[in-house]
T-cell receptor, first 109, second 114 residues
Framework: QKEVEQDPGPLSVPEGAIVSLNCTYS??????FMWYRQYSRKGPELLMY????GNKEDGRFTAQVDKSSKYISLFIRDSQPSDSATYLC?????????FGQGTELSVKP | SAVISQKPSRDICQRGTSLTIQCQVD?????MFWYRQQPGQSLTLIAT?????????ESGFVIDKFPISRPNLTFSTLTVSNMSPEDSSIYLC???????????FGPGTRLTVT
């Protein structure tokens, strides 16, 4: 079993839809949770960074962490074609980041 | 966040040769990391590049295959040695100043080994 599981998709939605991206993990020692966005042929870009359980909002993006269920989510409201990218979750433990496989998202105009 | 550049952006190399990838940051950073991203796979940490000391390698990665240099706080190199087609991948450097949890990535180097 991988430490971090993420549905690779692809996920296709119409413009304006609410998108939900999710990751599950097995290691209860993870304390920090990140979401990265990676456009094709580019490096990952840090989107959201949360510590422990709870919600964090930044514009159209909301990150949720549920440590009791070992489950994290990223919600994108009013999705735009420019949101089309691969979204990677990441968690930190012992000084290094563990990444999910990434979910490929396509937002159709 | 810091501006990070990598050279080369892509290369096609022959089996058995070596390639050195450079990572340059526009400001001094505490930590620099090297990752590999194979097709359809998640990012895997190769090593942490420590300024003034030996790099710290993750399980499955060795210094003879992936020697790393970090001569100062803004620059690092990763060499992929004695390459085989299995080394075909995207190699990314990342940096962190405040906390290893907040890492910022370069654009990556796309390597194809024939």
């Amino acid at each position: 079993q991988k430490e971090v599981e993420q549905d690779p998709g692809p996920l296709s939605v119409p413009e304006g839809a609410i998108v939900s991206l999710n990751c599950t993990y097995s290691n209860s020692a993870f304390q920090y949770f990140m979401w990265y966005r990676q456009y094709s042929r580019k490096g990952p870009e840090l989107l959201m960074y949360t510590y422990s359980s709870g919600n964090k909002e930044d514009g159209r993006f909301t990150a949720q962490v549920d440590k009791s269920s070992k489950y994290i989510s990223l919600f994108i409201r009013d999705s735009q074609p420019s949101d089309s990218a691969t979204y990677l979750c990441a968690m930190s433990q012992g000084g290094k980041l563990i990444f999910g496989q990434g979910t490929e998202l396509s937002v159709k105009p | 966040s810091a501006v990070i550049s990598q050279k080369p952006s892509r290369d096609i190399c022959q089996r058995g040769t070596s390639l050195t990838i450079q990572c340059q940051v526009d400001s001094q950073v505490t930590m620099m990391f090297w990752y590999r991203q194979q097709p359809g796979q998640s990012l895997t940490l190769i090593a942490t590049a420590n300024q003034g000391s030996e790099a710290t390698y993750e399980s499955g990665f060795v210094i003879d295959k992936f020697p790393i240099s970090r001569p100062n706080l803004t620059f690092s190199t990763l060499t992929v040695s004695n390459m085989s087609p299995e080394d075909s991948s995207i190699y990314l450097c990342s940096v962190s100043s405040s906390s290893f949890n907040e890492q910022y990535f370069g654009p990556g180097t796309r390597l194809t080994v024939t």
